[in-house]
C-alpha cells in the first residue's frame, strides 16, 4: 500500500507556521493534534491553528482529534476542508454512526486506539473506516518513547485488516530508529513530530523515512 508520512505540526515553531511548513514540501499530509485538556491531560489548540494551517500549505491535512465528544466538532472541522479527521475510539459511545458522519462530510474516517486499547469491536465497523490510528505513546505530548508492545498490535491490526483499503497509522515516538520496525510490522502511515521538525533538513529527513517505509 501506499505509504503516507506526516510530519506533526505540534514539534513545530507556531509562530512561523507557513514557514515550518515550507520546510516539510514533500510531506504526503500535514498532521494536526488538537487537545482539549480533558481527554488527554495536555491542552494544544483548536480550530483557529487549524484554519491556520489550511491557509499556509496545499498539503492535505489530517486532524487527530483527542478530545471529549468530538462528534460535535465534526462539521467545524470538516469545514477545514481535511483529508482524514481521526476520533479516539474511547471517547465515542456510537463509532459507527461517528464514522458514517465523517464520510458524510466528505472526509476520510479514523479511528484511534490508545495502547491499552484492544482492537476487538473495530471488525464490526470495518468498511466504515478509511485508517486506523494505533497509538505508539499515551496521546497528549510529543516528544515520548516508543512503547515496543505496540509492535505487535500493528502486526494484529494489519491482519485484521486483510486485503481492505484501510491505512494503518502510528504515532507516537516514530523516527528513523523505530520506524524499520513498525513499517516491517505493516504500518504504512507514519505521523512524526519532534523528529522531523527537530531534524536539521526534515526535507532530508522525511526522504530517508519514505525510504525506510517503502523497504517495510
Ligand atoms: C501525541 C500526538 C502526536 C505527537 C507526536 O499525542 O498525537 O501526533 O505530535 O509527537 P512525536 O513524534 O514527537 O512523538
Ligand atoms: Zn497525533
Redesign the pocket.
Known sequence: MHIIISP?I??ADLSNLRSELKRVPNADRI?I?V?DGRY?P?ISFGLPVVQAAQRSTHLPLDI?L?IEEPQRYLGDFAAARPEVLTVHYEAVPHLQGTLRQIRDLGVKAGVSLNPHTPLDGLQYVLDDLDLILV?T????????S?IPAMLQKVRDCRSMIGPRQIELQV?????LETLPDLAQAGATNF??????F?AENPKEYIEQMRSLAEQG
Open positions: 506533526s505540534l514539534a498532521h493534534d487537545m488527554v495536555n487527530h483527542m497509538m505513546v499515551n496521546p497528549g505530548f510529543g516528544g515520548q516508543f504515532d507516537g515516538g516514530v523516527s505521523v512524526a513530530g519532534s523528529a522531523v527537530g
